[in-house]
Structure formats: C-alpha cells, structure tokens
C-alpha cells in the first residue's frame, strides 16, 4: 500500500530556509491520479494547507505563504519536496506531506508528519 | 478564505452514546452543478496524523466503521457517531475544500465521560 514518510532538519534557525522531503513509496508519484500537497500544523492550533504540486510540476500555493514557498517534485526518485523561505519562530509546527485525489481537493492519505522547530 | 467554526471545542460523551460534532462554514460549500458538498471530516489521535472520515459531506472513506455518519448541506453540517468507542478518542476536524485555500475548522476534541 502508498505510504508517504517526511524527512528534512527537526531545527532550522530564524531567516533561513525550511526544507522537507516527502518519499512516496508502494505506488508512482506521476501516476497522474493525485496531487502532492504539504500542511502543517502549529503547536496548539489547527491545520494549515500550506500548498500542492502535480506530477508535471505545477502548483498551487496558499496565498498566505506564496511569496516564501516553493515545491517541486522529483518523479526518479518518487519524492516532493517542499521550501520554506526567511522562517520565523511562528513558522514552527509538524509538517504534513498528503496526497489529494485529482479532481477531489481532500486528503486520503497523510505522512506522520515531522516537528520543525525554528529557533536560533 | 472561507472560515471553518466548529462546535463545541470539546465533548466529553459516555461509553455507548451519542456524540454530535459541528461544523459551520462562513459561506456555502454547497456547489450547485452537481449538487454536491465540499466537505470533509477527519479524525486525529495523539501522536498521528488526521485520518480521513467522510467526504463529500456524508460519504465514508473505505475502512471507516458505519458508527460514523455525516449530515448537512450548504454551510451547516454535522459528524455522528452513533454508539461512542473507546477508540473514538480524538480530535475531529471539518475541512471545506469548495475553493481555494481549503480551510480546516480548529477541531473538537472527543472524550469519554
């Protein structure tokens, strides 16, 4: 069965740049029946959809992030990847990378996510 | 962006029980070509990430047990389950995914009493 797996640095310092890999495996990431989304979720508050990426490599971001974030994916080694630019302390949270069903905009299947703590 | 309120921010709810969570949208989610809902209900238990439940307002994801059940149209739902588990313990989040950026409600919290 698909499973997602996040990986990247647990603490990224102020200013700099937040980045995170999503390893898609037991199916194909350019299937083409999916989009590839990253959410987060800040210590004691609710989930944010911060944006999601498509096999061919276009994405949608959330208008309250777009000017820090970019995606991409990387369809040979089955992973999408997420930045996260000039972070601050209100940028600490788990991160989330799942999967949306083309056509749907609901998430069927999650990562366990990963705590990112920004922090000097 | 669409806002998600959901009611109340926790439920305590006895073994066997009835437990009602509310969602509330600050517009309809309710789109009128195909007269369906955009909207989800996820579960979270500590330490895990959200699991789907329900979309499209009131169809089970495969796997979840028919205790669970989802009503509501336009901008007022709600997520039932019928006969509370012990397992049922956890934080429940709506999620409208009628237009972008897909907004999530800030989640109530399930327990028993």
């Known amino acids: 069965q698909v499973q997602l797996q996040e990986s990247g640095p647990g603490l990224v310092k102020p200013s700099q740049t937040l980045s995170l890999t999503c390893t898609v495996s037991?199916?194909?990431?350019?299937?083409?029946?999916?989009?590839w989304s990253w959410i987060r979720q800040q210590p004691g508050k609710g989930l944010e959809c911060i944006g999601y990426?498509?096999?061919?490599?276009?994405?949608y971001y959330n208008p309250s992030l777009k000017s820090r974030v970019t995606m991409s994916v990387d369809t040979s080694k089955n992973h999408f990847s997420l930045n996260l630019r000039s972070v601050t302390a209100a940028d600490t949270a788990v991160y989330y990378c799942?999967?949306?069903?083309?056509?749907?905009?609901?998430?069927?299947?999650w990562g366990r996510g990963t705590l990112v703590t920004v922090s000097p | 962006d669409i806002v998600m309120t959901q009611s109340p921010d926790s439920l305590a709810v006895s073994l066997g029980e009835r437990a009602t969570i509310n969602c509330k949208s600050s517009?309809?989610?309710?789109?009128?070509?195909?007269?369906?809902?955009?909207l989800a209900w996820y579960q979270q238990k500590p330490g895990q990430p959200p699991k789907l439940l329900i979309y499209?307002?009131?169809t089970r994801e495969s796997g979840v047990p028919d205790r669970f059940s989802g009503s509501g149209s336009g901008a007022d739902f709600a997520l039932t389950i019928s006969s509370l588990q012990a397992e049922d313990v956890a934080v429940y989040y709506c999620?409208?995914?009628?237009?972008?950026?897909?907004?999530f409600g800030q989640g109530t919290k399930l327990e028993i009493k």
């Open positions: 499209w307002a009131s």
């Open positions: 999620q409208q995914y009628f237009e972008t950026p897909y907004t």
């Open positions: 799942a999967r949306r069903p083309g056509g749907y905009c609901y998430f069927d299947l």
């Open positions: 037991g199916g194909s990431i350019n299937s083409g029946d999916y989009y």
């Open positions: 990426i498509y096999y061919n490599g276009g994405a």
């Open positions: 517009q309809s989610v309710l789109y009128s070509s195909n007269n369906k809902n955009y």
